[in-house]
């Protein structure tokens, strides 16, 4: 935190959203806010007020052309979830948690991946993005999550990165979308970095994945990836890099270091250090990062992104 041009945690402690205050508080200062329930906050409650009996969250709109409405109530559960976890630090004992991933075992095939959401094709990014927040909130060592990291980790590419494979295939996604055939990926084609550091997070969060040799190979060939473009057509540009989100979504700058740190890398790596010294060289006069681009959209997204921020460059020189 020495680095940084602005101390950004008087910006975040003082923030107008108790749960961003308290996770401030307790992951920056080491403190705890006494008298604050985060799972009776109204942001909560509203969540839960949303929830379906069968612990699904139903997806607002969608179009059938694309995919099923089972499939968009499977995303709209991830995205759910995420906050949940993310955000408010709920884990397995909330019964929404519980209800949430019960739903999700529901999607999940007996191979261990979660099917759906690109129809009949395989989902590496999502099966891996689900898995992550099981882990976070407790189900690490469940049948459900270590039958996707077995999954996982036999549907890697040659390269030890992982793909989408419908796209080693050539495919667009209409065709992925829509086949009525699930297809098998072509290992001889090159890792897709955007999927390759979403499953990381899988395996960064588990402690039993996360030192493995090849938790560490394909680390290092996302790190040989920062700033360059993808080589498949799904988000492609180098800008997107310097897209953050927070919970995380897609891979980015911030959510590739913040697995990487927990994966053992530190700014002793060039390819990390280049990565850090983004941060450190971009921070805005505020305290703040990308401020009104970041994702989701909303009053707060910009102080989540800088308790990420914080919390990855903490970790990351530790």
């Keep these: 935190m020495k680095q940084l041009r602005s101390d ?70 991830y995205r759910q979830l995420g906050v949940l976890v993310c ?24 191979a261990g991946d979660y099917r759906g959401i690109y129809g009949h094709q395989y989902t590496p990014n999502y099966s891996a993005a689900i898995t992550e927040l099981l882990i976070r909130a407790g189900y690490g060592h469940t049948a459900q999550v270590e039958k996707t990291m077995r999954w996982l980790l036999s549907m890697r590419q040659d390269d030890g990165g992982w793909a989408i ?38 395996l960064a969060a588990h402690p039993g994945y996360r030192h493995s040799a090849h938790t560490r190979r394909a680390a290092e060939l996302l790190t040989s990836r920062f700033f360059r473009r993808d080589v498949y057509p799904d988000r492609v540009a180098p ?30 790596d060039p390819d990390i250090a280049r990565g850090v010294a983004w941060f450190i060289d971009n921070q805005e006069p505020s305290g703040l990062w990308n ?23 903490n970790a990351i020189s530790a």
């Design 8 to 77: 950004p945690i008087g910006l975040l402690v003082a923030a107008d959203d108790a749960a961003l205050r308290s996770m401030a508080r307790r992951e920056l200062l080491g403190e705890t806010t006494p008298g604050i329930s985060v799972a009776e906050l109204p942001a909560v409650r509203q969540a839960v007020t949303r929830q379906q009996p069968d612990g699904r969250w139903r997806y607002p709109g969608g179009n059938p052309d694309i995919r099923s409405r089972a499939a968009y109530d499977q995303l709209e559960t």
């Design 87 to 110: 955000k408010f630090g709920l884990d397995r004992r909330h019964p929404a948690v519980a209800a949430a991933a019960g739903f999700l075992s529901s999607c999940q095939t007996e």
């Design 165 to 202: 494979p419908a796209r080693t295939l050539g495919m667009s996604l209409n065709v992925m979308y829509t086949a009525r055939e699930t297809f098998e990926p072509d290992r001889g084609r090159p890792s897709s970095h955007l999927v390759t550091g979403i499953v990381l997070r899988a």
């Design 239 to 268: 800008s997107n890099w310097l897209v953050f989100s927070y919970p995380f979504w897609w891979t980015d700058l911030l959510s590739a270091l913040d697995s990487l740190a927990q994966i053992g890398f530190r700014p002793g």
């Design 291 to 313: 401020t009104g681009r970041n994702r989701p959209k909303g009053p707060h997204s910009d102080l989540w992104v800088g308790l990420a921020i914080c919390r990855m460059l």
